[in-house]
């Protein structure tokens, strides 16, 4: 059974910094590609960025590049989202998924090529 897992949110003052984990189990090897995504209150989910976890490439979009850093353990079995220099309009809940069919480029921040799903977890950031 694939199972994805984040931790990590909480509230934090602008500026301020977290990392948020997504625990992955269940997949046989690390040819896919892993999605980070958040929802606002009556927002659309939009994708944050996404790594290769076979090779660590990673896509941001621009709202958070080079605030936020992607990266997954030498095990590859947990992917960051380390975000840095907060903003009040990066409050949301943050979801993590699994695109098993590897799809890297443009299609990591479409949340429908995503295969399986985290929980979320919530991340407030007070101005």
């Known amino acids: 059974e694939v199972q994805l897992v984040e931790s990590g949110g909480g509230l934090v003052q602008a500026g301020g910094s977290l990392r948020l984990s997504c625990a992955v189990s269940?997949?046989?090897?690390?040819?896919?590609?892993i999605g980070w995504f958040r929802q606002a209150p009556g927002k659309e989910r939009e994708g944050v960025g996404c790594?290769?976890?076979?090779?660590?490439?990673?896509l941001y979009d621009d709202s958070v590049k080079g605030r936020f850093t992607i990266s997954s353990d030498n095990g590859k079995t947990t992917v960051y989202l380390q975000m840095n220099s907060l903003k009040a309009e990066d409050t949301a809940v943050y979801y993590c998924a699994a695109d098993v069919w590897n799809h890297y480029g443009e299609r990591c921040f479409v949340f429908l090529e995503y295969d399986y799903w985290g929980q979320g977890t919530q991340v407030t950031v007070s101005s």
């Open positions: 269940g997949l046989a090897s690390d040819d896919y590609v």
């Open positions: 790594v290769s976890v076979n090779n660590g490439r990673t």
